[in-house]
Antibody, heavy 129, light 103 residues
Framework: EVQLVQSGAEVKKPGESLKISCKGSGYSFTSYWIGWVRQMPGKGLEWMGIIYPGDSDTRYSPSFQGQVTISADKSISTAYLQWSSLKASDTAMYYC??????????????????????WGQGTMVTVSS | DIQMTQSPSTLSASVGDRVTITCRASQSISSWLAWYQQKPGKAPKLLIYKASSLESGVPSRFSGSGSGTEFTLTISSLQPDDFATYYCQQHRTFGGGTKVEIK
């Protein structure tokens, strides 16, 4: 079964660092882009960034550039999302997603864009003093 | 950056109703678009890709259409399991969502 399994919920204080994980299984982890999507409480979905585990090529949404770091360890089929200094406004559910191959297209920068066909179960991050 | 606008933001409907949700892009980049369904407390699920292609396992009452800057998701006969929030996505940008509620 193709799946993404995320690490558990976190409760942190402002200013603390955090790294959450997403482990892929049931498919070739290095052959698909893995992205991260934020959902703040009661709000919609926001794309944060994406990484190609095969070569660690990474792209960030302008809204999240410099705010988070996306990485991957292909040897253990795991992608990561990390913060160096959390803020209360980082409180949200974070989903990792696999970008599938559903007949997508290449954007003006030459990056492939397609549907998010597999979603992790989500990691709830709560930042509160 | 591209902006995706969904309408309505909330929709009240009854079982058996035909429901249509619209998604408009701020610019025409591609005729490719995806639709997702999210139920409370759950991760979103892919329904439609490439504007009109049904994801495997998704009931045929769901359909998508459109091109350019205007796209629609239609549920031909609303079922109890369909009450959820629906999101469109293009160029990795999501629309704001449409919540389908029981009338």
């Amino acid at each position: 079964e193709v799946q993404l399994v995320q690490s558990g919920a976190e409760v942190k204080k402002p200013g603390e660092s955090l790294k959450i994980s997403c482990k892929g299984s049931g498919y070739s982890f290095t052959s698909y882009w893995i992205g991260w999507v934020r959902q703040m409480p009661g709000k919609g979905l926001e794309w944060m960034g994406i990484i190609y585990p095969g070569d660690s090529d990474t792209r960030y949404s302008p809204s999240f550039q410099g705010q988070v770091t996306i990485s991957a360890d292909k040897s253990i089929s795991t992608a990561y999302l990390q913060w160096s200094s959390l803020k209360a406004s980082d409180t949200a559910m974070y989903y990792c997603v696999r970008q599938g191959t559903r007949g997508g297209y290449y954007d003006s920068s030459g990056y492939y864009i397609d549907a998010f066909d597999i979603w992790g179960q989500g990691t709830m991050v709560t930042v509160s003093s | 950056d591209i902006q995706m606008t969904q309408s309505p933001s909330t929709l009240s409907a009854s079982v058996g109703d035909r429901v249509t949700i619209t998604c408009r892009a701020s610019q025409s980049i591609s005729s490719w678009l995806a639709w997702y369904q999210q139920k409370p407390g759950k991760a979103p699920k892919l329904l439609i890709y490439k504007a009109s292609s049904l994801e495997s396992g998704v009931p045929s009452r769901f359909s998508g259409s459109g091109s350019g800057t205007e796209f629609t998701l239609t549920i031909s006969s609303l079922q109890p399991d369909d009450f959820a929030t629906y999101y469109c996505q293009q160029h990795r940008t999501f629309g704001g969502g449409t919540k389908v509620e029981i009338k």
